[in-house]
């Protein structure tokens, strides 16, 4: 997901390129503004990447702690009651769309309701644009993100062993 914002924010700095060169500001600001919501997303998929390879790697590391008596995850105690949430995303181009899930967030420690705002916006504006599949997509990957079902913590560890 982020190579592919990657390649789009590169092909939208030579587009801003060739729009200086035409001499059109109006153009030119369409561009710019597209390329700094990229860059926004782009910055919110590699924290998320983050994000799931820190908690994946430290609930494997402490995965029997958790099950006994609870650990500490950033400041944060989880155990057998701690929920998490997980949104689905979509973006689409063309032909092809393209549906993932991002990573869990723990449902009282992370703003939760900012991070579904966020991936519902990246959906409605990069998941429409794939014909037949992309509206359908989006709809779905809108519909599992705004009524997301907590996770319980065993769910979410056997899903992490398994990768």
């Given at each position: 997901?982020?190579?592919l914002l990657?390649?789009?924010?590169?092909?939208l700095g030579?587009?801003?390129?060739?729009?200086?060169?035409?001499?059109?500001?109006?153009?030119?600001?369409?561009?710019?503004?597209?390329?700094?919501?990229?860059?926004?997303?782009?910055?919110?998929?590699?924290?998320?990447?983050?994000?799931?390879?820190?908690?994946?790697?430290?609930?494997?590391?402490?995965?029997?702690?958790?099950?006994?008596?609870?650990?500490?995850?950033?400041?944060?105690?989880?155990?057998?009651?701690?929920?998490?949430?997980?949104?689905?995303?979509?973006?689409?181009?063309?032909?092809?769309?393209?549906?993932?899930?991002?990573?869990?967030?723990?449902?009282?420690?992370?703003?939760?309701?900012?991070?579904?705002?966020?991936?519902?916006?990246?959906?409605?504006?990069?998941?429409?644009?794939?014909?037949?599949?992309?509206?359908?997509?989006?709809?779905?990957?809108?519909?599992?993100?705004?009524?997301?079902?907590?996770?319980?913590?065993?769910?979410?560890?056997?899903?992490?062993?398994?990768?």
């Amino acid at each position: 997901m982020t190579n592919l914002l990657l390649v789009f924010f590169i092909f939208l700095g030579s587009s801003f390129y060739f729009s200086l060169e035409a001499g059109n500001p109006e153009v030119t600001i369409c561009i710019v503004i597209m390329a700094i919501v990229c860059l926004i997303f782009f910055i919110l998929f590699k924290y998320d990447e983050r994000h799931t390879k820190r908690l994946r790697e430290w609930m494997r590391d402490n995965h029997d702690q958790i099950r006994d008596s609870g650990a500490t995850y950033n400041g944060f105690l989880i155990d057998n009651q701690t929920e998490f949430i997980r949104y689905e995303i979509c973006i689409s181009l063309g032909i092809i769309s393209y549906r993932n899930y991002t990573s869990y967030y723990i449902k009282e420690y992370h703003p939760t309701p900012l991070i579904a705002i966020l991936f519902i916006g990246f959906t409605l504006i990069f998941g429409l644009w794939a014909v037949p599949k992309g509206p359908f997509n989006t709809f779905l990957a809108l519909s599992n993100t705004i009524f997301a079902k907590p996770h319980n913590i065993y769910d979410v560890t056997r899903e992490i062993r398994s990768m």
